[in-house]
């Protein structure tokens, strides 16, 4: 069992409103004391952690991770995808299950939970389909789902276009007090497309995915939550519409909630066209994260690392995206990190997979667009990170409180510093920020009071929590 004290850093524990330069012990891998307690309890050989200078807040959570095991595991496993959590500060990650086979048995849960055991970095929560192979047509079994052990259901990267049967779904999900995470998507209305429906499909010669093809399925989601009180949560939110859908709802109380991933407030369509496309237009004020005189990074139009669904949608969805995070309306950030092989996106843009990797970088991103950018405080975004995706997943987690699991991630929230493709631990490159200057970074993620990341290096044999494991995480990013 681990202890460690963590030495003078800006601990912020937004759950019991704390932002204070203090001491934090982990005593025994538990959360054992903060300021002169922590001093006072710290047996005299304990290993010192110096924090000066640093963020200390509760160990983030993504909510929204494909780690594409079982079945896809030339993309990511467990091992590399949980160690590229712990180089972003996720100390617990949530796995959808669109895997192959998809989660929608008590045996693919007992599989995943036995080799996260084995090979994961961090804390590895699962969940489960909400239909019978993601297929939309009959419900799994949400109660023996919940019995394996899983967080919420979800047929992420499908959606259930069956409004009666979503109805069902709430109502077992209910009785099971199980949230159920929507990828909102009517098919109708999006049928085959690929970018944000708008002036760039137009100009690009792309089938487009209207944003009403999000908002219908978050009003549905309303809708239903509020017919059966069952708990929906909308994930990646995209679009402006949904967000106002959204805001509406909450303030009625609808037990509803939204999430939103740091590509779509960062990056818009016009990425599409090209780099000097969006420089010159929506990413003129991301320049001033990029020293005086360097240039940005380049990418080509049409490039597949800027394909994900739903899509990078226009500027005043952005702005409505940060506006919703900044008035609560969105309570929980999450990646949607979803590797896919280099081979599968160098096709045309028409064939490429949704979907771009963000474990990484996740962190830096929502530091620079909402907490440099003076848009939210530090402390309510750690909690969009931490005890909003607990208190959504029931997870014990996300907080400093007593006794709780000694999960810790240290961070710099100025240092600046550019996300090369070559430092990548995940297992896939798919990801448009490569060669972008970061403000804000990981210093060290710290599970049960292990420190399985430090800045510059993972830490040699704690990644892995069986002595008898062989497989060494970190040296396979390299293709
Ligand atoms: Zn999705």
Redo the contacts with the bound molecule.
């Keep these: 069992m681990h202890s460690l004290l963590l030495t003078q850093g800006r601990v912020i524990d937004p759950a019991n409103e704390v932002d204070s330069i203090s001491d934090l012990l982990i005593l025994a891998g538990k959360i054992a004391g903060m300021g002169a307690e922590a001093k006072r309890k710290a047996p005299a050989d304990v290993e010192l952690f110096d924090a000066e200078g640093l963020v200390v807040c509760p160990g983030l959570i993504d909510s ?1 991770v494909h780690l594409r095991e079982p079945g896809q595991s030339a993309k990511e496993t467990i091992a590399t995808g949980t160690l590229a959590a712990a180089r972003g500060g996720f100390t617990t990650v949530v796995c ?1 299950p669109n895997t192959s086979p998809p989660i929608d048995s008590p045996a693919t849960v007992a599989l995943i939970h036995e080799r996260c055991e084995r090979e994961g970095v961090v804390n590895v929560f699962v969940t489960g389909a909400i239909t019978k192979d993601l297929a939309g047509e009959e419900l799994a079994p949400i109660g023996s789902l919940k019995k394996a052990g899983v967080v919420a259901i979800t047929d ?2 499908h959606c259930v276009q069956n409004n009666d049967l979503m109805r069902r779904a709430l109502e077992y999900a209910k009785m099971f007090d199980l949230p159920v995470l929507d ?1 909102c ?1 009517d098919y109708s209305l999006v049928t085959d497309g690929v970018v944000h429906e708008g002036y760039w499909s137009t100009v690009l010669g792309l089938r487009g995915w209207p944003a009403a093809g999000e908002e219908a399925i978050v009003a549905r989601n309303i809708l239903l939550a509020e017919l059966t009180g069952a708990h929906v949560h909308c ?2 939110l995209s679009s402006a519409g949904s967000v106002r859908l959204l805001r509406e709802a909450k303030s009625r109380g609808v037990t509803i909630s939204g999430e939103a991933c740091p590509h779509h407030f960062t990056l818009t369509d016009a990425a599409l066209g090209g780099s000097e496309t969006f420089w010159e237009s929506d990413g003129e004020k991301l320049l001033r994260f990029f020293p005086a005189g360097s240039l940005p990074p380049k990418w080509p139009s049409y490039d597949t690392n800027c394909k994900m ?2 899509p990078l949608r226009a500027a005043r969805d952005r702005e409505a995206i940060i506006e919703g995070i900044a008035d609560g309306t969105i309570e929980i950030l999450g990646s ?1 990190h ?1 590797p896919h092989c280099n081979f599968q996106k160098e096709v045309e843009f028409d064939y490429a997979p949704f979907g771009i990797t963000g474990l990484e970088n996740g962190l830096a991103l929502s530091l620079m667009q909402l907490y440099h950018s003076g848009r939210i405080s530090l402390s309510s975004l750690i909690a969009r990170y931490t005890i909003n995706p607990a208190r959504l997943l029931r997870l014990a987690k996300g907080t400093f409180d007593l006794g709780a699991d000694g999960d810790v991630t240290v961070f710099d929230p100025n240092l600046e510093w550019v996300f090369e493709r070559e430092e990548t631990c995940s297992k896939s490159q798919n990801n448009p920020f490569y060669g972008w200057q970061m403000k804000g970074k990981t210093i060290a993620t710290i599970v049960c009071g292990r420190i399985v990341w430090r800045e510059g290096k993972a830490a040699p044999g704690l990644h892995s929590r069986s002595p008898s494991s062989k497989s060494v995480p970190y040296e396979v990013a390299v293709p």
Excluded: E, K, L
Aim: hydrophobic share 15%; proline share 8%; aromatic share 0%.
């Design positions: 929204h959808m992420d990267g990828h998507q994930q990646h669904n739903p949607d979803a």
